[in-house]
Nanobody
């Protein structure tokens, strides 16, 4: 069983910053957390991958986030962090965390959180 909890969203003005946190509570033994990722969803649109980080710290970003957002992880605390600088109104949406758990040598499964709202508006 895995619980994924996002936090850190809010209402900010254009140009300001937010740091999103994703805490994964894993019940049971597992090998490691694989990919950790942040997605964004806005009304009428599909959920979009914003940033991801592998277990070896390779990162990738959607083009609109490059140079402004930074994803990191803390494997001691099972955290995924997303630092968002220079926020724009287009960054508005519900941000969801996705955590992929490697349970054993043969099985992995990903889990979603409930999301945190980010609103960028003047």
């Amino acid at each position: 069983q895995v619980q994924v909890k996002e936090s850190g969203g809010g209402l900010v003005q254009p140009g300001e910053s937010l740091r999103l946190s994703c805490a994964a509570s894993v019940f049971g033994s597992f090998i490691r957390l694989n990919n950790l990722a942040w997605y964004r969803q806005t009304p009428g649109k599909e959920r979009e991958l914003v940033a991801s980080i592998t277990s070896t710290w390779q990162t990738s970003y959607v083009d609109s986030a490059k140079g402004r957002f930074t994803i990191t992880r803390d494997d001691d605390k099972n955290l995924a962090l997303l630092m968002m600088n220079g926020l724009e109104p287009e960054d508005t949406g519900v941000y969801y965390c996705n955590v992929d758990v490697q349970w054993d040598a043969f099985m992995s499964r990903d889990y979603w959180g409930q999301g945190t709202q980010v609103t960028v508006s003047s």
